[in-house]
């Protein structure tokens, strides 16, 4: 940003024109055009379809299931600490955006309150992983305890304390933080063990464990989350533990979880070896593609989580991460890219003999289309004059993402585009693993971005 500022200037004082003056201010009515119109997106398409009806004030935290048209679905409302957590990261980060609108900073109190009083397991520690709508503890549906859940609850509660300044946030944060580093940190192999036992001990993979299970494999999702939530808590909190953490995990994910390639690696062996399934025959490879596949979406997300948290960390002039992340970016553009109506498809494989991953999987979910969005910007920012012409790619994405993912009659997005799965135009907007908290990121921060261009 800083190259194109100063290349900017220099071409005023050089050309002296005002052919230069009309061009850049052209330039300026149009980034202000595409921030105009992607935050009345966010305002009203996004954030006034799900709060404050969202808000479960008869059982606390936040509703979990509603049909395609944003009614309440009439069943149990099992709430989940993912899902609570990121309504509570959309009602924090909304209350600071829109602080005219008192229901957002309300909704945040309140979803606090949940994950205090009753996601959080006040006898053995850490956040439960789901739990009734009242909030008993399901361990039967789901016995263990996560990092991944666990990094959520940071981030939210991280996020809540630096908008309202409430310290009984930051406290439960760090909490969280120390429960979690005590309990599921890997002194020895370094990152997060992912499934925890409710005391928080790590589960040992069983011999007899099914070949497609996860259960005990350390993985990138949780990894890139967790990373995610120790940036944002460091911004309100510079504790030294935590800094050594944050950067563990930055180096984990950008030189071990991140192949050569490009690509992330789904899942590994507590030693990060990686579970790889490309010497099987195609078939069997189908079979586990759930561990082992390219997953453009993820990869593209990654990218921009990484220069974030080396830019929070003061690694100024990380020239290996950015180019990490650029090589991220290109990869899943050169391979998972729709080239005829844009988008980032799900997912590809490198089949063995082959050099070029195939794409396996050619539908687009919500949540990858809206994070590509905010990489590829990030991307024009540091590379404004790249052959991949990522400003380009990104007002292809949003123009792909109106037509094709926001509903704009009943609000929010479909969960995958509907030129690929038409039937999802009337699936639920709303359940445990679909809110909004990817879609009001990434939306966000273009906006941020486009009013500083």
């Not at 135009?425 to 445990?432: F, V, Y």
């Amino acid at each position: 940003m800083k190259l194109k500022i100063s290349l900017f200037f220099l071409s005023l004082v050089f050309l002296a024109s005002c052919q230069k003056t009309e061009k850049s201010e052209v330039e300026e009515n149009k980034y202000k055009l595409l921030a105009d119109e992607m935050e009345k997106s966010l305002r009203e398409n996004l954030l006034e379809t799900w709060y404050p009806k969202a808000v479960d004030l008869d059982s606390g935290g936040y509703f979990s299931n509603f049909t395609y048209d944003f009614q309440l679905k009439d069943n149990s409302q099992e709430k989940m600490i993912v899902t609570q957590a990121r309504h509570l990261w959309s009602n924090s980060k909304a209350s600071a955006l829109y602080r005219r609108q008192k229901h957002y900073a309300d909704g945040a109190k309140h979803g606090f309150e949940f994950l205090r009083d009753k996601m959080w397991d006040s006898e053995k520690g850490g956040f439960y992983q789901l739990v009734s709508r009242s909030g008993k503890p399901l361990l039967d549906k789901s016995p263990h305890k996560t990092a991944y859940g666990n990094s959520f609850g940071i981030y939210a509660l991280a996020a809540y304390f630096g908008a309202t300044g409430d310290s009984a946030g930051l406290d439960m944060a760090i909490k969280a933080f120390r429960w979690l580093d005590e309990h599921s940190h890997d002194p020895v192999h370094k990152g997060y063990f992912q499934h925890l036992e409710q005391d928080g001990t790590p589960v040992v993979r069983p011999a007899d464990t099914p070949s497609t299970s996860e259960l005990g494999y350390k993985d990138q999702n949780s990894s890139i989350h967790l990373l995610e939530a120790f940036t944002e808590l460091y911004m309100v909190w510079k504790d030294p533990v935590l800094k050594e953490r944050l950067e563990e995990m930055l180096l984990l994910v950008r030189d071990t979880i991140t192949n050569d390639k490009g690509s992330l690696v789904l899942f590994f062996q507590p030693d990060w070896t990686p579970v790889s399934f490309q010497d099987q025959s195609e078939e069997v490879i189908m079979q586990h593609k759930g561990l082992d596949h390219v997953s453009y979406g993820h990869d593209v997300e990654t990218a921009y989580l990484i220069l974030e948290s080396s830019h929070v960390l003061g690694w100024e002039n990380d020239q290996e991460t950015l180019t990490k992340a650029k090589k991220m970016v290109d990869h899943a553009l050169s391979h998972g890219w729709d080239n005829d109506l844009a988008g980032f498809f799900d997912e590809g494989y490198y089949f063995l003999g082959e050099e070029t991953p195939r794409v396996i999987k050619d539908t687009k979910n919500w949540w990858a289309q809206s994070e590509g969005m905010n990489t590829l910007l990030l991307m024009s920012e540091y590379f404004p004059n790249d052959e991949w012409d990522y400003f380009g790619k990104f007002e292809q994405l949003w123009k792909y993402n109106q037509d094709y993912l926001i509903d704009h009659e009943h609000g929010d997005w479909y969960s995958g585009g509907l030129d690929k799965q038409p039937e999802l135009k009337t699936a639920d907007k709303g359940h445990i693993w679909k809110a909004n908290y990817h879609q009001f990121r990434a939306m966000q921060g273009c906006i941020e971005r486009l009013e500083k261009f």
